[in-house]
């Protein structure tokens, strides 16, 4: 999956937004040479709605105290999760639970990334 954007391409995109876009408890952990940190559910919803393959679905799982971290998953197990490099341990996926997205549509941040990534008018 990360073929289609490229993770240095999806680095470059999160570094031009920085720390802005990020909830208040994640600004704080984000730096430059860690720039998916706290963007799992932006970069997931940016992967669901343009780019990954039918049949996958958002999931969340807890990663200690009130942190959480959002990945896409099928029902055959394949896990879509390019934000991983956030985390210096191996994730156990099968700790996430199908979770839908906040709204219907992509979001405001992750329109943004997608217009960054240019992928806009990107087809599933």
Same mark, same amino acid.
């Given at each position: 999956?990360?073929?289609?954007?490229?993770?240095?391409?999806?680095? &470059?995109?999160?570094?031009?937004? *920085?720390? !802005?876009?990020?909830?208040?408890? +994640?600004k704080d952990q984000w730096t430059p040479e860690r720039p998916t940190t *706290? +963007?799992? +559910?932006?970069?997931?919803?940016?992967?669901? %709605? %343009? =780019?990954?393959? #039918? @049949?996958?679905?958002?999931?969340?799982?807890?990663?200690g105290g009130d942190y959480t971290h959002w990945f896409l998953k099928n029902? #055959? @197990?394949?896990?879509?999760?390019?934000?991983?490099?956030?985390?210096?341990?191996?994730? &156990? +996926?099968?700790?996430?639970?199908?979770?839908?997205?906040?709204? !219907?549509?992509?979001?405001? $941040? @992750? $329109?943004? =990334?997608?217009?960054?990534?240019?992928? $806009?008018?990107?087809?599933?």
């Open positions: 999956m990360t073929d289609l954007i490229g993770r240095q391409r999806l680095h &470059d995109a999160l570094r031009q937004i *920085g720390n !802005k876009q990020l909830k208040p408890k +994640y *706290g +963007y799992c +559910y932006v970069v997931a919803e940016v992967v669901f %709605h %343009h =780019l990954a393959p #039918e @049949g996958y679905r958002p999931h969340v799982m807890k990663t029902a #055959e @197990g394949s896990v879509i999760d390019l934000t991983d490099d956030q985390f210096d341990c191996e994730l &156990d +996926y099968s700790q996430g639970k199908p979770q839908n997205f906040m709204t !219907k549509e992509i979001s405001k $941040r @992750g $329109r943004m =990334l997608a217009d960054l990534l240019d992928l $806009r008018n990107a087809i599933r």
